[in-house]
């Protein structure tokens, strides 16, 4: 079983909707969490980061973590064509630590 | 400012041959990571340099791979004898780790794609 679990899709939505990504873990060590978007061909780039539990948002996106539960979300509002890539959730149990990412979920936003 | 380079950005070769990978990192960052991309596959860690400290090398899958990062800076992934499955997108990553709490940002480059035939 791997430490970080994301489906991987492709999660098809039409644009305006909101997109719902999650990732779930397995290791209660883990308190750094990201989001990584990657356009084909490109290396990731962060997205969003969150210290331990609590939400964060920052203009469309809102990431959540719960920790009890070993589960993290990023929502995507107004959802446009440009945000079709592949997202990827990483996490790390202490700064300056290895990054262990998920498989990464594509997602599709159809005009 | 200049991000993060690899070189090549394609690379072909024939299985056996040994391949070097290079990385440019951003100047003053201290942490540089190696991870690998399978097809439609997550980031696979490889092995990640801090400043001054031994290399974390636990991610790399055998001892045909092997990195190195000289002065601090630019580092190179060797891969010897290289086989088919070795075929991945390779990329880089670096840091500017500044301590428990902080924000430690990962700044990618596009990768290397290999391709063992």
């Known amino acids: 079983q791997k430490e970080v679990e994301q489906d991987p899709g492709p999660l098809s939505v039409p644009e305006g909707a909101i997109v719902s990504l999650n990732c779930t873990y397995s290791n209660s060590a883990f308190q750094y969490f990201m989001w990584y978007r990657q356009y084909s061909r490109k290396g990731p780039e962060l997205l969003m980061y969150t210290y331990s539990s609590g939400n964060k948002e920052d203009g469309r996106f809102t990431a959540q973590v719960d920790k009890s539960s070993k589960y993290i979300s990023l929502f995507i509002r107004d959802s446009q064509p440009s945000d079709s890539a592949t997202y990827l959730c990483?996490?790390?149990?202490?700064?300056?630590?290895?990054?262990?990412f998920g498989g990464g979920t594509r997602v599709l936003v159809k005009p | 400012g200049a991000g993060v380079s690899q070189s090549p950005s394609n690379k072909v070769t024939e299985k056996g041959k040994d391949v070097e990978l290079r990385c440019d990192p951003i100047s003053g960052h201290t942490a540089l990571y190696w991870y690998r991309q399978s097809l439609g596959q997550g980031l696979e860690f490889l092995i990640y340099?801090?400043?001054?400290?031994?290399?974390?090398k636990s991610g790399l899958p055998s001892d045909r791979f092997s990195a190195e990062r000289t002065g601090g800076s630019v580092s190179t992934l060797t891969i010897q004898r290289t086989q088919q499955e070795d075929s991945a997108v390779y990329l880089c990553?670096?840091?500017?780790?500044?301590?428990?709490?902080?924000?430690?940002?990962?700044?990618f480059g596009s990768g290397t794609q290999l391709s063992v035939l």
């Open positions: 340099f801090q400043g001054n400290s031994a290399p974390d």
């Open positions: 990553a670096s840091s500017l780790v500044r301590g428990e709490g902080t924000n430690e940002k990962l700044f």
């Open positions: 990483a996490m790390s149990k202490a700064a300056g630590n290895k990054l262990t």
